[in-house]
């Protein structure tokens, strides 16, 4: 992702504009939304509430905005596990949470020109897990999970990219440990149990016996057991038939994910600018970087 050095893109018209300590131009009255001329001074981008966090575009997000929806996280149910403001960690969640509100912005405008209505956008569920976070990254699963605009331009990336019967197929052969449930036995006095859960001569023991029988005594842990095996439930394994469209529609998702996700990093090395003290938190170049080599 770009850094402060990018030059910002895009017009103001004439006698519009507020003026950079170093000649360039911001447009408009604080919070406008064009900016103009070149590179961001190294001290910052004007002061009070048209301070600039980032530019999208021609879209500015303020300094602001960024505190309005940092308060509303910090004042929000997961307040108590968010680090404190003046740490290290404290300053990166704000770089965070702008790289999230500039994806938010990039998603809004590429709906937008693409006219898809946010009203048919909205994926009822949509939650952020790490899985998702694994396979895109932590600021495109956040957006998708939360912006029906970032979910609309997913779908459109994603159109025509169903995956083949092949490649369902494989995906089930390839991780047939998802649908294999291993043989489990209830037992007196250890509930159900499945190889490995248990050990040494009580899981032998256990694992030989027939359904209903009583074993023991055993040697094991604090002494003698006895155990009663009641029931026994075989492995199991869903036949490919009876996964497929679950499988087809999973494998369809990620895909459209991941499309979307090269389109965020492409489109933000095009069009964003962040001012200094709103880097991305693994950015290097920044002091509170969380990853160095």
């Keep these: 992702m770009n850094g402060p050095d990018v030059p910002p893109t895009g017009g103001a018209p004439a006698g519009s504009a507020r003026r950079f300590a170093d000649g360039h131009l911001l447009a408009g009255a604080p919070g406008a939304a064009r900016v103009t001329g070149g590179v961001f001074p190294p001290e910052g981008v004007l002061a009070g509430d048209g301070a600039i966090a ?5 879209q500015v997000v303020t300094v602001a905005e960024v505190d309005r929806r940092l308060r509303l996280l910090r004042g929000g149910p997961l307040a108590a596990r968010l680090p404190r403001p003046e740490t290290a960690e404290g300053r990166n969640l704000r770089r965070w949470l702008v790289q999230v509100m500039v994806a938010e912005a990039l998603a809004e405008q590429e709906a937008a020109r693409l006219g898809l209505a946010p009203e048919h956008a909205v994926a009822p569920g949509a939650v952020l897990t790490l899985a998702g976070a694994l396979r895109t990254g932590g600021v495109a699963a956040a957006v998708l999970a939360a912006s029906p605009a970032a979910r609309a331009v997913c779908r459109e990336l994603s159109a025509g990219r169903e995956p ?38 009580i899981e032998d023991a256990v694992f030989a016996a027939r359904e209903g029988e009583t074993v023991g005594p055993v040697e094991g842990p604090g002494g003698p057991w006895t155990l009663v095996v009641e029931r026994i439930e075989a492995a199991r394994r869903e036949p490919y038939a009876a996964v497929r469209e679950r499988l087809r529609a999973e494998l369809a998702k990620e895909t459209g994910e991941r499309a979307f996700a090269r389109w965020l990093d492409a489109r933000h090395a095009d069009s964003v600018v962040l001012t200094p003290g ?9 002091p509170d970087a969380d990853h160095r080599h």
């Design 164 to 201: 083949s019967e092949d490649e369902v197929r494989d995906y089930y052969r390839r991780n047939l440990d998802r649908f294999t449930t291993p043989e489990t036995r209830w037992v007196v006095p250890f509930g159900p149990v499945r190889r490995g859960q248990i050990a040494g001569p």
């Design 278 to 286: 709103h880097e991305h938190p693994a950015d290097p170049a920044q």
């Design 54 to 58: 980032a530019v999208v575009g021609e």
